[in-house]
C-alpha cells in the first residue's frame, strides 16, 4: 500500500473537477486500511471513502485522506429453495456486478444495469432505476467502523433505506466503510417493466420473450441514448432528488401547473420528476460559463469543460431557488457535495 501526497482528484470524479487531495492511498484489502487507518497522523485527519467518484461533487481541495477502495472479489456464500447469496466486495465495480449475475441467471439487478461507480456506494443512497430498488436484493453488508477498527454487519433494516437514502447517508454518515455487500438473489425472476421506456424499448429491439437479459440489453440502451456520458461530458447522474409530497399539496400543484409530471406512491404522497420541474424553470440546456444544466435531461448537471466544483455548486443553488420561488417546493441535493 502506497500513500501519496497531494494527488490531483481529476481521474477520480465523474465531474473532472480538478482538486487535490493532502492524501491519498488505495485499499485492496479490509487488513490494509485497517493498517493505514491506524497511523497516528491520521487520528484526527478527515477521511474520504471513494468508489467511482460518480456521486460526488468536491468543491475545494480535499484536506484529508482520500481512501480509494479497490476490493475486489464476487462469490456465492449459500442458496436456498428460492435464492442464491452472492457476496461482492465493495470496491467491485457495479455494472461488473450486474454482469457477474447475468452470466450467472442470478435474477433482481437486471433493470439497474449501467449505473456507475462501485458496489460499496450502492447501499449508501439505496441506488435504484427503472423501477428497482437496491433494498429489494439486499440480504446485508459488512462494514469498517473507521474510528474503532471494528467490522460490524448492518441488516436490511438497520441499513434504514429509503429513496435514495440509509443511515450511512444520515446519523452514520462518514463513520464507516463499507467493505462487502451481500445480494439475496432470485432463482424465479420477477420482471420489472413497469417504467413504460422498458416496454417501448423491447418491443423495439424485436424481444418476443422477456427474461433478465433482454431487459438488462434495454436498459442499457435506454441510458446510452439518454444520458450524457461522464467520459466525454463531466456529470454525476442526477444532480437533485425527486421530491415526494402530500397528496393535498400535489393537488394544490396541479391546478396551477396541469402538465405536472408526476407519479402517485403507495403511501398516498406523489413523486414529482424534479427534471420537470427544472425545466420548467427555464434551466434545460443553459450554461454559466463550462457548468450547465444538460440539454436533455434538466436533472443533470454538467461540466462542458473547465467548470470548478465551485461553479456548478452556485448553479445548483440557483436552481434550488428558482424552483423554490416557482413552484413553493425544496429540492434536495442527491450528489455529496465536499
Ligand atoms: P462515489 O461517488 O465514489 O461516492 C459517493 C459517496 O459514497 C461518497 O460520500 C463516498 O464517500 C461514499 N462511499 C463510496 N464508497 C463507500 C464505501 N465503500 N463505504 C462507505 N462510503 C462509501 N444513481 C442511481 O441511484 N441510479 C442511477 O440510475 C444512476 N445513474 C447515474 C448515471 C450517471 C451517468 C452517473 C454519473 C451517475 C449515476 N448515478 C445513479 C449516481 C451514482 O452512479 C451512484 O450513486 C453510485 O452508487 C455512486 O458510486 P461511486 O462508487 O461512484 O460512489
Ligand atoms: P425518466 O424515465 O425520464 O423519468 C423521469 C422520472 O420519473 C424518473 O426520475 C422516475 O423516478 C420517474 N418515473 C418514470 N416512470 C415512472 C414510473 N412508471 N413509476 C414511477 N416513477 C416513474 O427518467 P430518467 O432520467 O431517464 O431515468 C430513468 C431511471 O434511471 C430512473 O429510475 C432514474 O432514477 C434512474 N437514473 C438515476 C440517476 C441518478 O443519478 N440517480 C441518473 C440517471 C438515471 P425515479 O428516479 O424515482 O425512478
Known amino acids: ?45 478527515p477521511i474520504l471513502v471513494l468508489g467511482g467518484g460518480s456521486n460526488l461533487l468536491f468543491t475545494k481541495n480535499y484536506d484529508g485522506l482520500v481512501l480509494k477502495n479497490t476490493l475486489k472479489g464476487i462469490s456465492l456464500d449459500k442458496e436456498d429453495a428460492d435464492y442464491y447469496y452472492v457476496k461482492a466486495g465493495s470496491g467491485e465495480v457495479w455494472n461488473d456486478f450486474v454482469m457477474y ?50 467490522l460490524k454487519k448492518f441488516s436490511n433494516a438497520e441499513c434504514k433505506f429509503g429513496y435514495r437514502e440509509s443511515v450511512f447517508k444520515q446519523e452514520l454518515k462518514g463513520q464507516f466503510i463499507i467493505t462487502s455487500v451481500t445480494f439475496r438473489m432470485s432463482k424465479r425472476p420477477l420482471l ?67 402538465g405536472m409530471v408526476a407519479y402517485p406512491l403507495d403511501n398516498g404522497r406523489v413523486k414529482l420528476a424534479a427534471g420537470w420541474i427544472i425545466e420548467m424553470c427555464g434551466w434545460k440546456g443553459k450554461t454559466i460559463g463550462d457548468a450547465g444544466v444538460h440539454r436533455d435531461q434538466a436533472l443533470v448537471l454538467v461540466n462542458y469543460g473547465k467548470a470548478s466544483g465551485r461553479e456548478i455548486y452556485d448553479l445548483s443553488r440557483e436552481i434550488l431557488d428558482s424552483v423554490n420561488q416557482k413552484f413553493g417546493l425544496t429540492l434536495e441535493r442527491e450528489v455529496n457535495v465536499y
Not at 112 to 138: H, R, T
Not at 192 to 216: C, F, H, P, Q
Not at 219 to 225: A, D, H, L, Q, S
Open 1 to 45: 500500500m502506497i500513500l501519496l501526497d497531494n494527488i490531483s482528484l481529476k481521474p477520480f470524479n465523474t465531474f473532472h473537477i480538478d482538486v487535490s487531495a493532502r492524501y491519498f492511498c488505495e485499499f485492496n484489502s479490509t487488513e490494509d486500511v485497517k493498517q493505514v487507518l491506524s497511523e497516528k497522523k491520521f487520528t484526527d485527519t
Open 192 to 258: 420489472k417493466t413497469s417504467y413504460g421506456a422498458i416496454e417501448k424499448e423491447l418491443d423495439a429491439m424485436g424481444v418476443k420473450e422477456r427474461n433478465i437479459k433482454a431487459i438488462s440489453q434495454a436498459v442499457i440502451n435506454i441510458r446510452t441514448g439518454k444520458l450524457p456520458d461522464p467520459a466525454k461530458i463531466g456529470n454525476a447522474g442526477s444532480f437533485f432528488k425527486n421530491p415526494e409530497i402530500s397528496g393535498e399539496t400535489f393537488q394544490k400543484l396541479k391546478q396551477r401547473y396541469p
Open 101 to 150: 449475475c447475468l452470466s450467472h441467471n442470478y435474477a433482481g439487478v437486471e433493470n439497474m444495469s449501467l449505473i456507475p461507480g462501485s458496489v460499496g456506494a450502492g447501499p449508501l443512497q439505496n441506488i435504484g432505476a427503472y423501477g428497482v430498488e437496491l433494498k429489494d436484493v439486499f440480504y446485508e453488508l459488512e462494514a469498517l467502523h473507521i474510528k474503532e477498527g471494528t
